[in-house]
């Protein structure tokens, strides 16, 4: 692969993750989020980065040309209160992908990857907590997560019309549930592992030793560590699959067995408290690696206990910093 890399999203928590592991691996990195810098997941020294809004056309044709390959993470997204709550605001990301693929056509970059979701399987497949593991050609007849889900499914389907009509070389990912340290763990746009280990300190920091939970905890999902999501990114840019693939644990996790892991780690005991009302998502989720297995002969193996124990050191120390700074330290 070559050297002159950029990565869309560079700012969030994938993106800054998989800019360290290129930059170690040699490749020149430039990572542009429309975050400000003090709200980058991580910020290196040794990439360039870049603060635009990759919505604009301009942006995206001026951050692609040079560039031999493109990663495109940028999207609206968070967990699923800020889904449901943000559908539209979702949906505007398309146009983030439109323009970074018109300009990689412009450019000819040698690859381009596309970070799609396990949000673009239909609800209809999702019912129950033992639902089914997903396999990529389950998504059709579609009826995916509103917003931002079709937001992802209509990506994928640029991706692939513009490899089919221009010989555009695209990657195209679709990752379930990834966690680790630096992700967002606070304010809304967390997802379950960061917003339950963020719930366990705190319950057990003031003495509470109890949480709220979404749901009646039964809802089931897979559960992938960052450095799994790197390893599968990595095979799948050096293959030669262009059609979609699964991205994700195989392993079925219920938010109760999450809590109760995360509770585990943190050495304590944590009541549950339901709030059946809450913005659940689907009832069950879970990735079907056949594919995987077949094209990359490797599937995601880091088992949640072992990925949840850095992830729950680091929100902790987040946590600490955090409470010094509202104590007046």
């Not at 007849?141 to 221009?166: I, S, T, V």
């Not at 992700?183 to 339950?196: F, L, Q, S």
């Not at 880091?302 to 680091?314: E, N, R, V």
Request: glycine letters at 10%.
């Amino acid at each position: 692969m070559s050297n002159n890399i950029l990565i869309a999203g560079g700012g969030g928590f994938i993106g800054s993750a998989l800019a360290r592991a290129l930059v170690d691996q040699g490749k020149v990195v430039t990572c542009v989020d429309i975050k400000p810098f003090d709200q980058w997941c991580q910020l290196h020294a040794d990439v360039t980065n870049i603060c635009a809004d990759l919505q604009q056309k301009d942006a995206c044709f001026e951050a692609v040309e040079g560039m031999d390959v493109v990663y495109n993470l940028a999207c609206n997204m968070g967990g699923m209160g800020f889904i449901e709550s943000n559908k539209a605001l979702c949906m505007l990301s398309v146009l983030i992908n439109t323009h970074l693929l018109m300009a990689a056509k412009e450019f000819q970059v040698e690859k381009y990857f596309f970070a799609s979701s396990a949000c673009v399987y239909p609800d209809y497949l999702q019912s129950t907590t033992d639902v089914i593991a997903l396999k990529e050609a389950s998504v059709y007849p579609a009826m995916p997560e509103d917003g931002y889900g079709w937001e992802k499914l209509f990506g994928e389907r640029m991706c692939q019309n513009f490899h089919q009509d221009f010989g555009l070389d695209v990657r195209i990912a679709r990752f379930h549930n990834v966690y680790g340290p630096w992700g967002a763990w606070d304010g809304g746009r967390e997802k379950a592992p960061a917003a339950i280990t963020r719930k366990v300190i705190e319950a057990i920091d003031n003495g509470s030793n109890s949480i709220e939970v979404w749901g009646d905890g039964e809802q089931t999902r897979s559960f992938m560590y960052i450095d799994d999501c790197l390893e599968g990114m990595r095979r799948l840019m050096e293959s030669d699959v262009t059609d979609p693939i699964n991205i994700g644990r195989s392993e079925m996790v219920s938010i109760n067995q999450l809590i109760d892991t995360v509770a585990t780690i943190a050495g304590g005991v944590i009541q549950k408290n339901y709030k059946l009302d809450a913005p659940l998502g689907v009832r069950g989720r879970n990735s079907d690696n056949t594919m995987i297995l077949e094209k990359l002969d490797w599937q995601p193996s880091i088992d949640l206990k072992d990925g949840m124990q850095p992830t729950y050191a680091w929100i902790k120390q987040q946590w600490a910093k955090k409470k010094e700074v509202g104590h007046g330290g």
